[in-house]
């Protein structure tokens, strides 16, 4: 007679234990039946310029989207746990939960002034054979599509630009950075690998003049990350180009241009030239940065 009390006694046991962790735990990943009603959740989607917009169902994104920690939050007591790549609500079912998936093509603009990007043609935030965080292109038909940038910043006093890539392959002009007002990239500025070869290439447009250009040669590796630093500095109506590999000066050259111009570019591209017959960018980017003169942040991305 002990022994049947003592069986029931567990069986009461087990089953109240799993009763309260059905009430307790919910992966709403699964297909189980106690996610059967919206009222639980409310998902917000990330679309392209950055705002989030409420789902009118409350399916999961099933791709393009990776969930946004640091915004998803439940309410009273309730917490959201993410293991593995799951999603647990811990808590009572009463408590509503607001779930934020970010749009994995949106490229956030870091400075402040929503000059954000938006990456094209499956070009994809991964690790490197490092373990290092950045932007892959594929080198086909991959690149970010850059906000415009307003007459209002100032090029005209110098500027610099910082950015760390690895280049898989040295693909004919391939960009790293192409901004100009489009109508044939005039007022161009660009940052490519200068032909096929492991140097760089400086070059700015004043209008429709011809660029006026730099190379340093020999100075990219295949495979290898390169810390770069372009800094372009106004003296006596005349302007030198700094170029910087791993914060070691390594070029200094007076550019054939007076004058930068402060003008609305809408032409603007990370990994792809504004000429259709230059190649794409096949590598890593890391990060980018632009500055003003001042030491004001006009662009700033960063991927890891």
């Not at 087990?14 to 959740?41: C, H, P, R, Y």
């Not at 086909?140 to 415009?148: G, K, L, T």
């Not at 020999?218 to 030198?240: G, M, Q, R, S």
Request: with cysteine; glycine share 6%.
């Amino acid at each position: 007679m002990k022994r049947k009390k003592l069986i029931v006694i567990i069986v009461l046991i087990f089953i109240t234990i799993t009763f309260i962790g059905g009430i307790l735990s919910n992966n709403l990943f699964s297909k189980e039946e106690q996610v059967k009603t919206a009222d639980m959740l409310s998902i917000y989607l990330q679309d392209t310029d950055g705002e989030y917009y409420k789902q009118e169902n409350y399916d999961f994104p099933k791709e393009g989207y990776s969930l946004d920690k640091s915004q998803s939050y439940c309410e009273n007591e309730s917490s959201i746990d993410f293991i593995n790549n799951k999603i647990k609500i811990v808590g009572n079912k009463s408590d509503k939960c607001y779930l934020y998936f970010s749009n994995n093509n949106f490229v956030k603009d870091l400075s402040g002034n929503n000059y954000n990007g938006v990456i094209q043609n499956g070009g994809i935030i991964k690790l490197d054979g490092e373990r290092r965080q950045g932007l892959y292109f594929d080198g086909e038909d991959d690149y970010v599509d850059v906000a415009d940038l307003p007459e209002t910043i100032n090029w005209e006093n110098g500027f610099t630009i910082e950015f760390e890539a690895k280049w898989e392959n040295f693909n004919f002009w391939s960009r790293i950075i192409d901004i100009s007002r489009g109508n044939k990239c005039v007022d161009g500025i660009l940052i490519a690998n200068y032909d096929c070869e492991n140097s760089i290439r400086t070059d700015i447009r004043n209008n429709t003049v011809p660029y006026a250009g730099n190379v340093v040669p020999n100075i990219l590796e295949l495979n290898k990350t390169a810390h770069i630093k372009l800094e372009v500095k106004k003296t006596d109506n005349k302007f030198t180009i700094n170029t910087y590999l791993d914060n070691n000066l390594k070029d200094t050259k007076t550019l054939e241009v007076e004058l930068i111009r402060n003008i609305e570019r809408t032409e603007n591209y990370l990994g792809k030239s504004c000429f259709d017959n230059d190649g794409y960018f096949n590598g890593y980017i890391y990060n980018i940065k632009i500055t003003e003169a001042s030491g004001n942040v006009i662009l700033w991305y960063d991927f890891t």
